[in-house]
């Protein structure tokens, strides 16, 4: 494998996607907008809904630290097999250089050499796709997530409509058996 295809493999490993933007407090989280502009409210979550929350969190921050860790394992791997590439080219450069002022008698060190460079492209591949399949699920890990914090945005729309309509029925409804106290007297 050449140097150049190496170095594009460590530029693919250095180029991660960004990271998420840090967890919002609950009140950030629950700001909510509506055509007529912009809601805020504060929650009055259960205990076990914000534990709910703060375990998916952790959950997810784990898995994250988890795919970063393996991220960096494989990088460093494939940083060592380069800096083993690089030594067996200057390796190859010196025989290289011996060989051309020699004749026939090194065709056997040469395919020795040759041999040496295939065993070390057969230990690069591996390394590239355990790179990518790594990229990979970090990519669907943050896909997901980001899935269920929409599903609950909506989530809490919803129930502040529900809220917002339950309160203005038992106004109304308090209003009427007011008016009927009243025109009892």
Not at 82 to 101: P, Y
Not at 136 to 163: G, H, W
Request: hydrophobic share 30%; glycine share 4%; with cysteine.
């Amino acid at each position: 494998m050449s140097k150049q295809r190496l170095g594009e493999m460590m530029q693919t490993i250095e180029q991660a996607p960004p990271q998420p933007p840090p967890p919002q407090t609950q009140s950030q989280q629950l700001t909510v907008q509506n055509s007529a502009g912009s809601l805020s409210f504060n929650s009055n979550m259960s205990k076990e809904d914000e534990e709910m929350s703060r375990s998916a969190l952790s959950t997810f921050r784990a898995k994250e630290e988890e795919i970063e860790r393996k991220k960096l394992e494989v990088r460093e791997k494939v940083q060592a097999q380069l800096g083993r590439v690089e030594e067996e080219t200057k390796r190859l450069a010196t025989i290289r250089e011996e060989l051309e002022g020699l004749s026939d008698p090194m065709r056997k060190e040469v395919s020795l050499v040759r041999k040496k460079i295939d065993t070390v492209n057969k230990e690069l591949k591996p390394l590239g796709q355990s790179c990518q399949k790594k990229e990979k699920e970090y990519r669907e890990a943050l896909e997901a997530f980001n899935d269920k914090n929409r599903e609950k945005v909506q989530l809490i729309t919803k129930l502040m409509e529900l809220v917002g309509e339950s309160e203005k029925m038992r106004m109304k409804k308090l209003e009427e058996l007011s008016k009927n106290i009243d025109s009892m007297q």
